[in-house]
């Protein structure tokens, strides 16, 4: 198994067991989970670890109706490449199957038979700092609200300091919403006085106006704010499909196709103010494995 693979398995299975999954031994996770990100993501670890696989799709199938939002999801999934996507129809067709949601699918997956056979092993958990997405929409819906409160509560990291002042710009990246969802969601919030409003010429900046109750009412909190995990995922399944091709072609077909994985990545990261590394031929996968590996962290 890859360097890469086992990142992957270790954030995956960290932030499943949290959730609920049925695990022993595994990390617990620091960071905020991204329900629609690891749902969206999922297709992948039928070849990295199919008892996982089958894990998350048992939970999926018992609990993501009540937390999912098909939004999200839906931009989310926009993020993957074509075969990744065409994973995802079929899993979604399964939960929709057997888990009463409406996940985006397409009339080939649906028609697909399903052996699927919940397992019950699944419970659910919230309690962990990492789900604080998970309370945030229980408290205040399935929402671009509770999304933009979640992480505005973890920008405030100093309850004591003035509210960190924030555009619909920097939170897109961050959000599995349209701009123009979370645009509706940040002037709400301030018309129902949860949010302060600056105008700085042409761009309107939003930031809470008491953050010490909203942290507090949301608590456990992770020690970092919202992580890309969309963005970082989305990364890896292109970078596995280059390690699967690696012993098939040349050492120069390889170089190749990585800078044409990374090339279709790269203005995301530049977005996020992270840009991915530029590669010699030399360098190969491990250059990007190296610059990941604190990026999978979970």
Known sequence: MSRLS?????????????????ASGVRIPQRCID?????????????????????????????????TSVASLKQRLQLFGEDHRKGFAKFAAKVNRHG??????????????????????????????????????????ISARADVLTGLALDASDPERPPLWTNVNRLVPFLGYTRRNLSDA????????????????????????QPAPLRQLLEPLPSEPL??????????????????GAAKTSRVSNAVALRKALDVHRDRFLELRDP??????????????????????P
Not at 11 to 19: D, E, V
Not at 191 to 200: D, I, P, R, Y
Not at 228 to 244: G, K
Not at 276 to 297: A, K, N, S
């Open 186 to 209: 940040l002037r709400d919030l301030a018309l129902g006085q949860a949010l302060g409003m600056m105008e700085f010429g042409r761009v309107v900046r939003y930031g809470l106006i």
């Open 227 to 244: 992580q890309p995990w969309a963005q970082r995922l989305a990364l890896t399944v292109a970078l596995l499909d280059v390690e699967r």
């Open 100 to 141: 009463h949601t409406k996940w985006p699918t397409d009339s080939a997956a649906t028609r697909v038979p399903s052996d699927f056979k919940p397992s019950g092993k699944s419970r659910l958990k919230v309690d962990r700092s990492a789900s604080i997405q998970l309370r945030a929409r229980k408290i205040f819906g």
């Open 276 to 297: 991915i590394p530029e590669l010699r031929p030399e360098h190969g996968m491990d250059l990007v494995v190296d610059w990941l590996e604190p990026r999978l962290q």
């Open 35 to 67: 329900l629609e990100a690891a749902i969206v993501f999922a297709p992948a670890l039928e070849e990295l670890d199919p008892r996982l696989h089958s894990e998350v799709l048992d939970w999926c199938v018992t609990f993501a109706s009540e937390f």
């Open 6 to 22: 086992e990142l992957l398995l270790d954030l995956a299975w960290s932030q499943w067991s949290a959730l609920g999954v049925s």
